[in-house]
């Protein structure tokens, strides 16, 4: 987690009452509830803080996902340029087509 990010969250967090901060760190549809619940400033603060955080959890994920992704496309096509094909009804190997 970006280390701004968490600074944010504590700040936001900063003067809310214990069951409201443990309520808002459970989703964002429960921090976006208790932002609205505080109003004012301080419930603004909350909500850009909770989507803040969502935002850069979900990057990270997509970032996470593509990777992968990419690392198995280039298993895939290392597998494939392999050697030579399979016959499927005698299991033999032959040429590279």
Do not use: H, N
């Not at 509830?33 to 803040?52: I, Q, S, W």
């Amino acid at each position: 987690m970006d280390y701004r990010l968490i600074r944010i969250c504590d700040d936001a967090a900063r003067g809310m009452p214990g069951e409201a901060v443990g309520r808002a760190q459970e989703s964002l549809a429960s921090a976006l509830g208790v932002a609205e619940d505080l109003g004012g400033e301080e419930g603004a603060r909350l909500a850009d803080a909770a989507r803040e955080a969502f935002v850069g959890g979900l990057s990270a994920s997509l970032w996470a996902g593509a990777i992968v992704l990419a690392l198995g496309a280039v298993g895939v096509l290392l597998l494939a340029s392999k050697g030579g094909t399979t016959d499927p009804d005698t299991g033999k190997e032959g040429e590279k087509a």
